[in-house]
């Protein structure tokens, strides 16, 4: 995905989305207008903030052993829920430079959170 992305194109932004997905390209680039070109890099999506008195069963590490093996951790971070997020091209390319194993889960939202909670990446929060 995001690796084939970087290797063959070359854009500003980078959308990661679910086969059934769309984009209002118009209501983005008004929203990306508005973000000050010194926030670089950013993460654009529906946030997702776990905390200790959130029990959702689907941020439990518990659930699926072979993270909290992987991972060491008891509970994700945070992540952009839903069918879709945006990267700057940035995020994009620091993505696409690493190596890394394949799916461990089917919350492939959550795993991007993870690779990218902790670097300095704001995380900007926008409604569907």
Known sequence: GV?????HYDA???????DDAYVNL???FE???TIAP???????GQLRVPTDHVRSHDLHLS???ALQ??????MFGQYML???DVFTWDVAEHIAKWTIPPHQTYAEDVIVGMWLNPFRIEKIHEEP
């Open 38 to 44: 010194e926030r670089k890099p950013w993460w654009l």
């Open 26 to 28: 118009k209501l983005f």
């Open 82 to 84: 839903g069918c879709g």
């Open 69 to 74: 093996k992987l991972y060491g951790m008891f």
């Open 3 to 7: 690796k084939y992305a970087y290797q």
């Open 12 to 18: 500003e932004y980078l959308f990661r989305g679910a």
């Open 31 to 33: 929203v990306a207008e």
């Open 63 to 65: 659930k699926q052993p």
